[in-house]
């Protein structure tokens, strides 16, 4: 790990923004996923009632026969890539803040 403070303070200032940027993007990407997810756990008419990662999971489950432990092993980068044909043309509900 460098601890090298060689660096002016505006370079870590703007490292620092778009470090926040990433993360605040990667989580606004996660909500969606897990949002779709719940999606899809009323539009499969399913017995149970899933919602969230928990339909997600179980729609890849039965869809492409993977078993559970494979699925949750998955980043959630990977689950929107396996689910990008069913998510394409999806909005966010407007009821989300």
């Known amino acids: 790990m460098n601890t090298d403070n060689s660096q002016p303070d505006s ?3 703007k ?22 997810g719940d999606e899809l ?6 017995k149970n009632q899933l919602e969230g990662m928990e339909a997600i ?6 869809k492409h026969h993977w078993m559970p ?3 949750r092993a998955m980043s959630y980068e990977d689950l929107r890539f396996a689910l990008s044909e069913e998510m394409h043309g999806w909005k966010l509900p407007r009821t989300t803040p």
């Open 41 to 46: 756990g009323r539009t499969q008419e399913w």
């Open 57 to 62: 999971y179980y729609y890849l489950m039965q």
């Open 11 to 13: 370079y870590r200032g």
């Open 15 to 36: 490292r620092n923004a778009a470090r926040r940027q990433l993360h605040h993007a990667l989580s606004d990407l996660n909500y969606c996923l897990e949002m779709f």
């Open 69 to 71: 432990g494979q699925i």
